[in-house]
């Protein structure tokens, strides 16, 4: 069975103060693993994709890597707009997606 | 850019009736899900559907529930006889290939 686990489950950072998030997986044959912002209430936002080790993305201050265990989103200089929830999820045999339960997001001024 | 869709944003229904959670997936997508998630809880898959059946399924989505493609463009999910537990946010999402984009959501609130 897929899993999925996120660390920190919540992290208060300082507008400009750099950080990362962390996941970590287990799957039997990853087809993609995926990363998406949640505001309360919405749906998740697509973030990045990414199918192997060692492959990168980057999306304005966001960063994300991957590992054969594990995948980390780095937040470069965070802005207060930043705040959100950001949820990892996998994708094993089929198509279904397996999610972690976020890393809840606070960039102050 | 094209995106989800789901109707009605909010959805209040007494224990034991029927709804149905409609949705437009972004139109060149083939591929097509229903996810739901409790208050405070993860994401969680119900089914994949794909060439007018359904491809996947987890334990969550039994006899209660079913889903539909009635015409080009709406995909639905009826759950029959709701339950207190049935009370969630569901999101509606839909895929070329891997990446699944997501709707706004349909919070349903079962009394």
């Known amino acids: 069975e897929d899993q999925v686990t996120q660390s920190p489950e919540a992290l208060r950072l300082q507008e400009g103060e750099s950080s990362s998030l962390n996941c970590s997986y287990t799957?039997?044959?990853?087809?993609?693993l995926f990363w998406y912002r949640q505001d309360p209430g919405k749906g998740p936002e697509f973030l990045f994709t990414?199918?192997?080790a060692g492959e990168e993305k980057e999306k304005e201050r966001l960063k994300a890597t991957l590992t054969k265990k594990e995948s980390f989103l780095h937040i470069t200089a965070p802005k207060p707009e930043d705040s959100a929830t950001y949820l990892c999820a996998v994708q094993g045999g089929g198509n279904k997606l397996t999610f972690g339960t976020g890393t809840q997001l606070k960039v102050e001024l | 850019e094209p995106e989800v869709t789901q109707t009605p944003s909010h959805q209040v229904t007494q224990m034991g009736q029927e709804v149905i959670l409609r949705c437009v997936p972004i139109s060149n997508h083939l591929y097509f899900y229903w996810y739901r998630q409790i208050l405070g809880q993860k994401v969680e898959f119900l089914v994949s559907f794909y060439n007018n059946e359904i491809s996947e399924k987890s334990e969550i989505f039994d006899d209660q529930f079913s889903v539909e493609r009635p015409d080009g463009s709406n995909f639905t999910l009826k759950i029959r006889s709701t339950k207190l537990e049935d009370s969630a946010m569901y999101f509606c999402a839909s895929s070329k290939q891997e990446t699944q984009y997501f709707g706004p959501g349909t919070r349903l609130l079962v009394l």
């Open positions: 990414l199918y192997s």
């Open positions: 799957v039997s044959g990853l087809r993609g």
